[in-house]
């Protein structure tokens, strides 16, 4: 089987609720306290999941972690029962949704040993995410264990802060062709923190073994992490050799671009200016965090959230983009408005990998009749609703803990159930 972008999507944990937990994301921020539904946030997913199979995609699947997360709560000296609020609350996220932080991916044709390396990211900056990445590695050695064709490393070590492929572009004339790997890192973000640092950054290009050559590094502007863009992916989005972008995404957006026309044969850049799409609309429409997708008639379409609908300026300018003779030709809307609401967009939830699907463990493999079951057990066991005073109910934990055992049970893996 030939070499295919496959997005492996993260099921939405049945603990998903709104606490407030990202400074500088602005969404997050701003739904602090309110009631989530986590039945409706994992079926919205799987709804996602679905469009992109009928856009002839391949698609993946990764599983909620373990939560509440004991094991963090006993070496803080406490459990869920007494521990403070806050620290209840990073116990039960479900920020394992947002895949596009998992790992950073660079695939076979861009590394000196022709392996696919994925190195799963430390996400330090925000106490519930820093959570996340030993169940992540438990599910990469699973999923990616051929050696033959994967290397999976563990993250960079936390004084460098790295955030996965949210911060990481690959271009390249097709998807299994050598690409030129993008990095942004922050230095600054006004306010906010800059959460990718250039030498955690420049340590999975080495471990990657990409070729300097086809590497380069670019500072996300100030602006933009001080507007809410905490990830690269709120400001900029790439397929193949289309970079898609906000014009006040980069610090140094010329030398970037110089980069793409040199490495990419028919490199196409797409900005959006500021006077028509100011930064603050771009980030609560999450124009960016579309999926920039093409499907198998070759037609690229960009699957964007129903906020970029409901925004007038976005709107404005897809109409405009599809009108004219630009590269982005379809453009399909999606509804993932509980993952929204976190900061999430349909970019967010999923991890880009290029490989053969014969490759991966086909537990993390994705068609209808899977997606069917999975929203089977959902329906059946996700809570309905989460108050954000109710997360250390003991009625709730044990909803959340059983949820989580009967999808991996349905799906084979059980053998994940304490990873
Ligand atoms: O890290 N939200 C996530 C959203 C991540 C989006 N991912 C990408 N841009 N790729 C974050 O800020 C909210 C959790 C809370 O508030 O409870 C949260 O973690």
Redesign the pocket.
Known sequence: MPLTEINFDGIVGPSH??????F??V???G??GQVSRPRSAALEGIDKMRANLALGLAQGIFLPHPRPHRGWLARLGTSIEEAEPTIA?NAM???PM?A??AATVSPAPDTADRKCHLTVAN?RT?P??SLEWRSTLSQLLVAFRDGAYFQVHPPVPPAFGD????NHMRLASGHAEPGLEIFVYGVSGGAFPA?QHVEASKAIARLHLLDPGRTVFVQQSEAAIAAGA??N??VAVSNERVLFAHEQAFADKQRLLDACQTNVPGFEYVEVAAAEVPLEDAVKSYLF?AQLVSSPDGEMTLVVPTEARETASVWRWIERHLAGNGPIRRVEVVDVRE?MA????P???RLRVVADPATIDPRFLADEARLDRIADVVRQHWPEQIAHDALQRPELIADVERARSALLDTLGLSELASA
């Open positions: 609720n709104y606490a407030g937990l990202s500088g994301n969404a997050s921020m739904h602090a609350a996220s479900a920020s947002w596009a932080n996400l925000m519930h995410r955030e996965g492929a949210a959460r905490f990830h992916d709120v965090n993952s976190n900061g999430g967009g970019a967010c939830l």
